[in-house]
């Protein structure tokens, strides 16, 4: 057997020898090519060879074992390393374009999280008051529904509808899109608390929860009715304070409400649960306003008593702010950490909870009426703030709303425009989105019958808020 495939291999090896030898001689041959052949000889033997080599090239059999002889003059160990170089570069490429996404994706979230920071801490100022323009008069709505002057209003987190609230002890839900009455809930006659289902007393506040689930309103009895703001069927009645319910609230992600009264107490309540937590005490005169955000805490404006109080719900304690030189009648938060504030010495104040004086306060900040020498200063009925930005409203009865700019780090008030409104503005509200600005307009003042403007109209006015095409700045 070892003999076969010996001479099998010697037979397979001898033409190789054979064609070696053929090569060696037409090698020869061609060396002496240049002394003994012809010129015309030569040009047809490399017209004999060039065709061979077409012929050859043309074989299909003779390419494939060309290329088979490429393939064996590359040793394993470099085609492993021609395979691990192609399969290093293509992770390579893979993980670029990964990393790309993953910064990109990156940088969104942590300007998320920075936003969700400086908002947690009371620092996030969104700077848009720039980009704001003057709404054409034309384009602002005016939805009428309510017989007596609008005292309060609310907008449903997701900005679709409108709760306003009157003198006239209803409360009615609107459509923010076509401006169309939804729902009345009508108002009772006095002496008729048994039986009736709703206020039966000048309506004061409102407040909705920031999932849209309860409503709470408030009102001369002393009575804070909850209700359902998808079907307005009303669901509880929060009773125990001593006076007028001024001030309502509830805390951010929570059904905890807050209500302030003018038998100068603030009392905190569980409305999932339909129960009295506790009250705290220390405003010497009537509250007047309550608001608060997402902390433990809420602020109050007190009236005559000239202050505005910072309370801490858990560690039961409060701080005292003094700034005005009237009564102080509205209060608004900007921030977790800033608030605005106006009083019928005219005046609106800038306030941060680090100083126990206004950052910033323009006084006479909708003017003056009366004769010469006894000039008073129209009274401040209404302030909102666009939560975390720097445009603050303010409204008054000398026929406009007035929108401002705070400066830089909330230092100083610039107005931006005035939006014409005849009547008492008694309730303001920015939508959460800072798309448009609801005022809610009456003949007399929210809180009591000290003037009549018979040619105002009790009712909302929409007031949309455009923008110009612009990056916003966010500060710290």
């Not at 052949?37 to 043309?58: C, H, L």
């Not at 003094?322 to 009648?329: F, K, R, Y």
């Not at 000398?398 to 008694?426: A, D, H």
Request: aromatic letters at 6%.
């Amino acid at each position: 057997m070892s003999s076969f495939f010996i001479k099998k291999k010697v037979i397979s090896a001898a033409p190789n020898k054979g064609d070696l030898k053929r090569k060696v001689r037409r090698r020869n041959y061609n060396a002496d090519d240049g002394k003994g052949r012809s010129k015309k000889f030569n040009k047809r033997m490399d017209e004999e060879i060039s065709s061979d080599s077409e012929n050859e090239s043309a074989d299909p059999s003779r390419k494939q074992q060309e290329n088979e002889d490429d393939e064996i003059e590359e040793t394993p160990q470099e085609k492993k390393l021609r395979l691990a170089k192609l399969y290093l570069e293509q992770l390579r490429e893979e993980e670029d374009k990964r990393a790309e996404q993953e910064s990109f994706e990156a940088d969104l979230i942590a300007g998320r999280l920075q936003e969700d920071v400086l908002e947690q801490k009371g620092k996030l100022q969104r700077l848009i008051a720039n980009e704001l323009i003057a709404p054409d008069p034309a384009e602002v709505r005016l939805l009428r529904g309510h017989k007596l002057s609008v005292t309060c209003l609310v907008i449903t987190p997701d900005e679709k509808y409108i709760f306003s609230a009157s003198k006239d002890c209803s409360i009615i839900k609107w459509e923010v899109e076509g401006g169309k009455k939804v729902h009345k809930i009508a108002g009772g006659r006095k002496g008729t608390e048994a039986r009736h289902v709703g206020h039966t007393a000048h309506i004061l506040c409102m407040a909705i929860s920031s999932d849209g689930k309860y409503l709470a309103s408030g009102d001369m009895n002393k009575l804070i009715l909850i209700w359902d703001p998808v079907t307005c069927k009303h669901l509880y009645k929060l009773k125990g304070h001593r006076d007028a319910v001024s001030g309502l609230a509830f805390r951010r992600g929570t059904h905890t409400l807050y209500s302030a009264s003018h038998d100068r107490s603030i009392k905190v309540w569980s409305v999932d649960e339909n129960a009295y937590v506790e009250t705290l005490f220390g405003h010497q005169d009537m509250i007047t306003g309550l608001d608060c955000l997402s902390r433990e805490r809420c602020v109050t404006a007190g009236g005559r008593d000239r202050t505005v109080r910072v309370w801490k719900i858990a560690e039961e304690s409060q701080l005292v702010f003094h700034g005005h030189e009237g009564s102080i009648d509205c209060i608004q938060l900007i921030n977790e950490e800033h608030m605005v504030t106006g009083g019928d010495d005219g005046s609106i104040s800038v306030w941060t909870v680090n100083k126990k004086k206004p950052v910033s306060t323009v006084k006479q900040a909708h003017g003056s009426h009366g004769n010469t020498g006894l000039e008073q200063p129209y009274w401040v009925s209404s302030v909102a703030a666009l939560h975390n930005s720097d445009i603050v409203a303010s409204g008054s009865h000398n026929s406009s709303v007035q929108l401002w700019k705070c400066g830089q780090g909330f230092r100083g008030l610039e107005p931006l425009f005035s939006v014409p409104m005849t009547g008492f503005v008694n309730s303001l509200k920015f939508s959460n989105s800072g798309k448009f600005l609801v005022a809610g307009v009456g003949q007399e003042h929210r809180l009591g019958r000290w003037w009549r403007i018979k040619e105002a109209r009790n009712g909302l006015y929409i007031i949309p808020l455009k923008r110009q095409a612009q990056e916003q700045e966010v500060v710290q």
